[in-house]
C-alpha cells in the first residue's frame, strides 16, 4: 500500500468480513473461532483446528476457521466460538470438534459443551451470558479472541492500521499531546505517563532514535503481553510505528522472552506481512516516515524488565541496570534516545488515536485512566486474563469475574505486581484498583499479575517465594540488593524452618527499609515489599512461626506433625504400606502410630488413608 | 528457540555456528543471539564453544562466560533426552509445584539442574511459561503436562523410559 487511500480501499474489502463476524451485519456466513494461545494450545486446540476443518470439509459446508488469540478464560480452555452467533463452547477436546460441527450442519447448537453457570446451573449459549465477561471491558484485548492472529487482513478490516494513516496527517507534536491528554500511564509496572515519556524522547535531538517494545515480561505467574503478542501483534506494531513518527525513530526493536515461542513466531509472521504491505519499511503510506522493526531476543533475566537493563541486554551485554539520570530517552540504546513502552500500553495507543484523549480519558478512575489486563491466576474459579476499567474493586475481579476461591474457601490475600508488589486483604477488597490506591495499600500494579490465595497458604512462605525468586534474580550490580535480599531469604528461612526469633521481626523491616532506599534499580527497591506487606498484614503469622513454631496453613513442613487419630484409625494399615521410610508401626487392626524422628512429611499416609485418621498439626 | 536437543562437537556443528555469524551485517551486539543459535546447535554451551565464539566475536573469553553466566536460559551443561521444566511461577507454586519439583528430583534421584548419568533426563524449573490455567505445568521437551497430569510424576517419567526403549 502506497497511500492511505489504498489502505482504506483495503479496509472496505475487508470490513463486512468482520462486520459479520461481529453480528453488526448479517451476510449468513459462519465462522468459527478457535484459541490458538499458548494456554489452549496446550490443551490441543491446534488438533482441534484440524478436526474442524476436516470435519467442515467431509461435511461439504463452507465456513471459515479462524485461530485466534486468547479469550481470556483460560481457565475453561479450550474454547471454541462460532460467530456471528456467538456461541461459546468451553473445555472442547479433540473428538467434539465433529459434533460441533455435525451440530453445525444442522443449525443446532451442541448443548454438551456450552458453559454452565455455576450459580444459576443453566448453560449459557452466548458469550454475554457467562459472568466472567460481564464485567469486562476489552480495549487493549479487544483484537484478542476476534481476529485471526496470523491475517493482517483481519486486523485491517477490524480498522487496522488506520490509526498509522491518521497520526501520519498530524504533526509529532500533536500525537504526544493526544498521547499526554489521554492520560493513559505505563502498563509494565512504573505507572509514569506515557505521553511525557514521548515528549522526553521527542525533544532530544539526535541523528538516529529507537523506539522499544518491553516484551520481557518476567513477572512469573503473568502472561498479558504474551496474550497480546499471540492474539493481536499488529496493534503492537502499529503503535510502534506511530511512536516511531512521534518522537523521530526509524528503528524498532522488539525485546522478547525466549520462553514465548508462539508469541514470537506470530510477531514474525506479522512484521513480514506489515512489510509486504508496506506499513514497515521506506515512506510508509506515501508519508516522510521510514520505520522498520527488529527482534532481539531475551534469555531469561527478570531485570531485564527494567529499562537500563534491557537496553544492555540488546547490546548483548550482561542484562545490568544503570543509574538514571541519564534516562533512556536521553541516551538508550547504542547511547541514543531511546524510548521504552510495555506491550500493553502499546496495545492502547492505536485506539487513543482513533478515538481520541477524551475517550480514552473517561474510561477509568481521574488519575488512571483507561483499563488495566490481569492476569488471574492461583486459588481462584475463573483463571484467566481479565481486563477491567481502572477503578474496578478488587471484589469485582475476585468474585464477579474471578467466580471466587476454589473448593469454596475463605479468601486470604490477593498478591498483585508480583515479586515487586505486595499482598492485599480481605479488608482491601472494595479498594477501587488503579496506580495510586494500590501503592497506597502497600502493593503495586505492577504488570498485572494477581494471584489468589487462601486459607492453605502460608504467608511467610509466600514471602520467601518472591525472595528466593528476587534473590535469584537479582543481577550483583549492587550491594544491597546483591547481598540484601541473600540476607533476607536466610532470616526467612530460619523463621520457617523453626528456628526464628523475635528479633529476626525487627530484623527483616531494618534491613527491608535499607534495601528499598538503597539500591540501584527498580528490582531491588521493591524486592522488600513482599516482606513488608505480609508482615503488616499477617504479623501474627510471622509470630505464630517463631513463638508456637506452628504453621497454621500447614505448608511449613518443619513446623508440622503427621499424627494418627486414635478415635478413626481401625488398623487397616494402608499408611503403613505407603509410608516410603517405613516409620508408621502398628498390628492388623490395631491402631497405628508414626514414628516422628523418621517421618520425611511426605503426606503419602494421609492421601491413602480411607478414614481420615491422618492430621497434620 | 530450543530445538532438537544435540551433544556433540564435532565440527559441523562449528561449521553451522561460523556460517551464522558470517551472516550478520555485524556482530556488535549480536552476541546474545550468537549464544541462542549456538546452544540450539550444540544443546548446551561448553567452554570449547565459548572460547569459539569469542574468538570470532573478538571479545574476551571472559565477557561470554559473563553473559553465559548471567542468563538462565543459556547452560554450561548438556540436557538429558528428555528435559524436564517445571515451572515454579507464582501460580504453579500456589498450586503444589514444588511437590512436583520434589517429587521428580526422587524419583530421578538428581537435583534440579542435573542430568541423569544415562542422558535420559535432566531436570530444571523454570519462571512461568504463562500457561497458569493449567497450573502447576511440566514442560518435557515440547509436551506439555498441566493440572493433575503433572503430578503423575511416576507415570510421566515411565512413559518416556516406554518411549525411549521402543526407539
Known amino acids: 500500500m502506497v497511500n492511505r487511500q489504498q489502505l482504506l480501499e483495503k479496509y472496505e474489502a475487508e470490513k463486512n468480513r468482520i462486520l459479520n463476524r461481529s453480528g453488526d451485519i448479517a451476510l449468513g456466513k459462519k465462522e468459527i473461532l478457535v484459541c490458538a494461545g499458548t494456554g489452549c494450545m496446550s490443551s490441543k486446540s491446534l488438533k482441534i483446528i484440524e478436526n474442524l476443518e476436516k470435519a467442515i470439509k467431509d461435511n461439504g459446508l463452507d465456513i471459515d476457521v479462524h485461530g485466534t488469540g486468547c479469550f481470556g478464560f483460560c481457565g475453561k480452555g479450550p474454547i471454541v466460538k462460532i460467530m456471528p452467533d456467538d456461541t461459546f463452547y468451553s473445555e472442547v477436546s479433540v473428538d467434539d470438534a465433529e459434533k460441533i460441527v455435525s451440530h453445525l450442519a444442522k443449525n443446532e447448537i451442541y448443548e454438551e459443551k456450552l458453559f454452565i453457570n455455576p450459580d444459576t446451573k443453566v448453560r449459557a449459549t452466548t458469550t454475554n451470558e457467562i459472568p466472567f465477561y460481564n464485567k469486562q471491558v476489552r480495549l487493549a484485548l479487544k483484537n484478542c479472541g476476534f481476529v485471526n492472529a496470523e491475517s493482517i487482513d483481519d486486523y485491517i478490516g477490524a480498522k487496522g492500521y488506520q490509526a498509522l494513516a491518521l497520526a501520519l496527517e498530524k504533526s509529532p507534536q500533536e500525537i504526544i499531546d493526544i498521547i499526554k491528554e489521554s492520560g493513559i500511564r505505563g502498563r509494565g509496572g512504573g505507572g509514569f505517563s506515557t505521553g511525557l515519556k514521548w515528549e522526553f524522547a521527542f525533544k532530544n535531538k539526535a541523528d538516529q532514535k529507537y523506539v522499544v517494545c518491553n516484551a520481557d515480561e518476567g513477572d512469573p505467574g503473568a502472561f498479558m503481553d504474551r496474550s497480546i503478542l499471540e492474539g493481536d501483534p499488529h496493534s503492537v506494531i502499529e503503535a510502534m510505528a506511530i511512536c516511531g513518527y512521534a518522537i523521530g525513530a526509524s528503528e524498532g526493536y522488539v525485546y522478547i522472552r525466549a520462553e514465548y515461542p508462539v508469541a514470537y513466531d506470530r510477531l514474525v509472521k506479522a512484521i513480514k506481512a506489515a512489510r509486504e504491505e508496506g506499513l514497515l519499511g521506506k515512506n510508509i503510506l506515501g508519508s516522510s516516515l521510514d520505520f522498520d522493526i527488529l527482534i532481539k531476543f531475551g534469555a531469561g533475566a527478570f531485570v531485564c524488565g527494567e529499562e537500563t537493563a534491557l537496553i544492555s541486554s540488546m547490546e548483548g551485554k550482561r542484562g545490568e541496570p544503570t543509574s538514571k539520570p541519564p534516562f533512556p530517552a536521553e541516551k538508550g540504546f547504542w547511547k541514543k534516545p531511546t524510548n521504552v513502552n510495555n506491550v500493553e500500553t502499546l496495545a492502547n495507543i492505536p485506539q487513543i488515536i482513533l478515538n481520541g484523549a477524551d475517550w480514552f480519558s473517561k474510561i477509568g478512575t481521574e488519575k488512571s485512566s483507561g483499563t488495566k489486563v490481569f492476569a488471574l491466576a492461583g486459588k481462584i474459579n475463573n483463571v484467566g486474563l481479565v481486563e477491567v476499567p481502572m477503578g474496578t474493586t478488587l471484589r469485582e475481579v475476585i468474585y464477579d469475574i474471578g467466580g471466587g476461591i476454589v473448593d469454596g474457601k475463605k479468601f486470604k490475600a490477593v498478591q498483585t505486581g508480583g515479586p515487586s508488589g505486595g499482598c492485599l486483604t480481605e479488608e482491601d477488597l472494595d479498594t477501587p484498583i488503579d496506580f495510586d490506591s494500590l501503592i497506597q495499600k502497600g502493593s503495586m500494579m505492577g504488570s498485572g499479575g494477581m494471584i489468589v490465595m487462601d486459607e492453605d497458604d502460608c504467608m511467610v512462605s509466600v514471602a520467601k517465594f518472591f525472595l528466593e525468586f528476587t534473590e535469584e534474580e537479582s543481577c550483583g550490580k549492587c550491594t544491597p540488593c546483591r547481598i540484601g535480599t541473600k540476607r533476607l531469604l536466610e532470616v526467612l528461612v530460619e523463621i520457617t524452618e523453626g528456628r526464628g526469633n523475635m528479633k529476626h521481626i525487627e530484623e527483616l523491616r531494618r534491613l527491608c527499609t535499607v534495601i528499598k532506599e538503597t539500591s540501584l534499580c527498580g528490582l531491588g527497591q521493591s524486592a522488600p515489599n513482599p516482606i513488608l506487606s505480609t508482615l503488616e498484614k499477617f504479623e501474627n503469622e510471622y509470630i505464630e512461626h517463631i513463638k508456637k513454631k506452628k504453621c497454621r496453613a500447614h505448608s511449613c513442613n518443619d513446623l508440622i506433625q503427621y499424627l494418627i487419630d486414635v478415635n478413626e484409625c481401625v488398623g487397616c494399615t494402608a499408611c503403613k504400606k505407603v509410608c516410603p521410610t517405613s516409620c508408621i508401626s502398628g498390628e492388623v487392626k490395631k491402631i497405628h502410630s508414626i514414628n516422628q524422628e523418621n517421618c520425611i512429611k511426605c503426606g503419602a499416609c494421609k492421601s491413602t488413608c480411607r478414614f481420615n485418621a491422618i492430621v497434620v498439626r | ?167
Open chain 2, 1 to 167: 528457540m530450543p530445538n532438537k536437543i544435540k551433544v556433540n562437537l564435532n565440527s559441523s556443528h562449528f561449521q553451522e555456528l561460523d556460517s551464522f555469524i558470517d551472516g550478520l551485517e555485524t556482530t556488535e551486539g549480536e552476541l546474545i543471539s550468537i549464544l541462542h543459535k549456538a546452544q540450539s546447535i550444540f544443546g548446551y554451551l561448553p567452554k570449547e564453544v565459548q572460547i569459539h565464539i569469542a574468538k570470532r566475536v573478538n571479545v574476551p573469553v571472559s565477557r561470554v562466560y559473563g553473559v553465559v553466566s548471567f542468563y538462565s536460559y543459556f547452560t554450561m551443561k548438556p540436557k538429558g533426552k528428555y528435559h524436564i521444566s517445571v515451572c515454579t511461577g507464582t501460580a504453579c507454586f500456589v498450586r503444589g509445584a514444588d511437590a512436583v519439583l520434589r517429587d521428580f528430583e526422587e524419583e530421578l534421584e538428581i537435583k534440579s539442574g542435573e542430568t541423569t548419568k544415562d542422558g535420559l533426563f535432566s531436570l530444571d524449573s523454570l519462571r512461568c511459561v504463562g500457561a497458569c490455567a493449567l497450573a502447576p505445568v511440566v514442560l518435557i521437551n515440547e509436551d506439555v503436562y498441566g493440572k493433575e497430569d503433572a503430578k503423575k510424576v511416576k507415570e510421566i517419567i515411565q512413559k518416556y523410559m516406554k518411549i525411549n526403549s521402543e526407539g
